[in-house]
């Protein structure tokens, strides 16, 4: 649908070839490449209903960012209401079993934990739903559930993190766009074009933080530090002209996340059985709204500890 708009819009802006047409194509990268990242997925790729659900109650443009503090302070505050003793990390669930009238869990390593449980809210990442919830529900999960798991699509967003010793050269954002023979250069490589946006890091400006979405994840995981360094080094001092800008000190990267195909809500209906809520999932894939956010995914826990609380008071 795009590619149709695109060429008549290229026609009617004479377009179609030569300069202007390259500075269109660098303009309309920069666009896919704001849609690659915020739905996670390749641009081919991207469900319109996906799009149209997408909604975060905020003005157009707005975006917020965590303090230095991250996300500690809420972990902070909710584990600070929990026994030590009754969180368990690092222990993979491998098989919830709500075949009696309590649930039973089992871990990766086979051992059945002894306490039984009244509610489970799972909070897996939709990926290690698709891969496990077929052997990780006895009884499995019902078709509905099953349908929204396996339709709701998954494609890649990552970061990256440029530490520099100096920052004095760093706009507070850049999207680079380099454009063939408006550059240094008359040929950009393939990889340089999908680096779009660069976004100095508030609490720690010395970082510069770069957005990379669709194909880019891909090749760039291909890449070893050094190569990226340099590729973005090149990329930074031809764009500003400025040869004395350093090559960061360190690279920190991070990896893949999730957009949709049917409606995200259809993961948040509960499993009933006897009329007894048994089976809940939470996590960011199961908001209606806001799904593939951390926020979403801190809605959809307060959202189902709420249908527990719920129902535990009409229960008596
Ligand atoms: C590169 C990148 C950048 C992002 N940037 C932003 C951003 O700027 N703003 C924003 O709001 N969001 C951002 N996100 C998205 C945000 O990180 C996620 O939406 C959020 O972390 C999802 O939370 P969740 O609890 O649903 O899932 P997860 O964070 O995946 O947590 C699920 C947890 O369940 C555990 N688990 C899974 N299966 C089992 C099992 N069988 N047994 C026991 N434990 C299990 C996992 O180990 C994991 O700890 C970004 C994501 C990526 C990848």
Not at 116 to 136: C, E, N, P, R, W
Request: with cysteine; aromatic share 12%; proline share 3%.
């Amino acid at each position: 649908m795009y590619d149709k708009d695109y060429t008549e819009f290229l026609k009617i802006q004479n377009a179609t070839m030569g300069f202007r047409r390259n500075v269109f194509d660098s303009l309309t990268r920069l666009y896919q490449s704001q849609f690659e990242f915020e739905y996670a997925a390749k641009w081919e790729d991207l469900s319109l209903r996906a799009m149209t659900d997408w909604d975060d109650l905020g003005g157009d443009g707005i975006s917020y960012s965590t303090t230095k503090i991250g996300y500690t302070a809420i972990l902070s505050y909710l584990t600070s209401k929990i026994p030590s003793s009754k969180i368990h990390l690092n222990h993979r669930i491998s098989n919830i079993n709500f075949l009696g009238e309590k649930t039973k869990l089992m871990l990766a390593n086979g051992t059945l934990i002894n306490d039984d449980f009244d509610y489970i809210i799972v909070t897996s990442a939709l990926g290690h739903l698709k891969k496990f919830a077929q052997k990780m529900f006895t009884p499995h999960l019902p078709k509905r559930t099953m349908n929204a798991i396996e339709k709701i699509g998954m494609g890649t967003s990552s970061k990256i993190f440029l530490v520099y010793s100096d920052s004095t050269w760093m706009d507070t954002f850049l999207s680079p766009l380099p454009v063939p023979d408006c550059f240094v250069r008359k040929a950009i490589d393939g990889i340089e074009s999908e680096f779009n946006i660069f976004q100095k890091v508030s609490w720690a400006p010395n970082i510069y933080m770069g957005w990379i979405a669709g194909d880019a994840p891909e090749k760039v995981d291909k890449l070893s530090d050094q190569e990226l360094s340099k590729i973005l080094t090149q990329l930074f001092r031809d764009i500003y002209h400025n040869y004395s800008i350093p090559e960061p000190s360190a690279i920190l990267r991070s990896y893949e996340q999730a957009q949709a195909g049917i409606r995200h809500s259809d993961l948040s209906i509960p499993i009933i059985q006897n009329e007894k809520i048994r089976i809940q999932l939470a996590g960011e894939a199961t908001h209606d709204r806001i799904f593939q956010t951390a926020v979403g995914a801190f809605l959809s826990g307060r959202r189902e500890s709420d249908r527990i609380l719920n129902d535990l008071r009409k229960s008596g």
